[in-house]
């Protein structure tokens, strides 16, 4: 099993441009999730979608969206990026949502530098 | 609301030494879950322990030992005789229950230790 992967690992974009990442787990769990991690600040949840066909905010969802394409893949998009999106981006999936025994199982990340 | 604080930002120790992690949770559910995670330079999150709320006992795996006291609402960690390979930086985490039927997890702000050989 691969766990948790995500594409690309790191990326540069000039303020305005779009990108998406790509996030895809083979656990068959049902949670999925997506955060940053920037200096000095913890993860902070951006999205998170609790099954297959939802999706909600976390704690900093603006200037971002989100899609659930399947049980497997959770998908980041950014619509024009800002410098202040520069961070790594995590996402994450763990297996019954509804109940606090959830463990999140961690992608490897992608950098995300906005110019 | 909840929250996590991890008031040590960065610790070194020599190696061989012993060191202890703190984290101090808030929280208004009954039950919950607390859990660390390790961020080694390389950068992957690593999941290294889950806790209930309602199991106080002490934990240990191998060098690394976990304390819950739930009165003083701390989950501390410890490694014994620290390796350079546990230099990395540690977060703690809460599950709890966080409104509309969701759960989510409150990451502290990370402690980053550093093992010198």
């Known amino acids: 099993n691969a766990g948790v992967t995500q594409t690309p690992k790191f990326q540069v974009l000039k303020t305005g441009q779009s990108m998406t990442l790509q996030c895809a787990q083979d656990m068959n769990h049902n949670s999925m999730y997506w955060y940053r991690q920037d200096p000095g600040m913890g993860l902070r949840l951006i999205y998170y979608?609790?099954?297959?066909?939802?999706?909600d905010k976390g704690e900093v969802p603006n200037g971002y969206n989100v899609s659930r394409l399947n049980k497997r893949e959770f998908s980041l998009r950014l619509e024009s990026a800002a410098p202040s999106q520069t961070s790594v981006y995590f996402c994450?999936?763990?297996?019954?949502?509804?109940?606090?025994?959830?463990?999140?199982?961690f992608g490897p990340g992608t950098r995300l530098t906005v110019l | 609301a909840q929250k996590v604080t991890q008031a040590q930002t960065e610790i070194s120790v020599v190696e061989k030494e012993d060191v202890t992690l703190d984290c101090v949770y808030e929280t208004r559910d009954t039950t919950y879950y607390l859990f660390w995670y390790k961020q080694p330079p390389s950068g992957e999150l690593v999941f290294l322990i889950r806790?209930?709320?309602?199991?106080?006992q002490n934990e240990i795996s191998g060098r690394y030992s976990w304390n819950f006291q739930k009165s003083t609402s701390s989950f501390n960690f410890t490694i014994t005789a620290s390796q350079v390979v546990d230099s990395a930086v540690y977060f703690c985490?809460?599950?709890?229950?966080?409104?509309?039927?969701?759960?989510?997890?409150?990451f502290g702000k990370g402690t980053k230790l550093s093992v010198i050989p």
């Open positions: 985490a809460l599950s709890g229950y966080s409104g509309a039927g969701s759960y989510q997890l409150t």
């Open positions: 994450a999936s763990s297996g019954t949502w509804g109940t606090s025994t959830d463990t999140q199982y």
């Open positions: 979608s609790a099954s297959e066909g939802t999706t």
């Open positions: 806790r209930n709320s309602f199991d106080e």
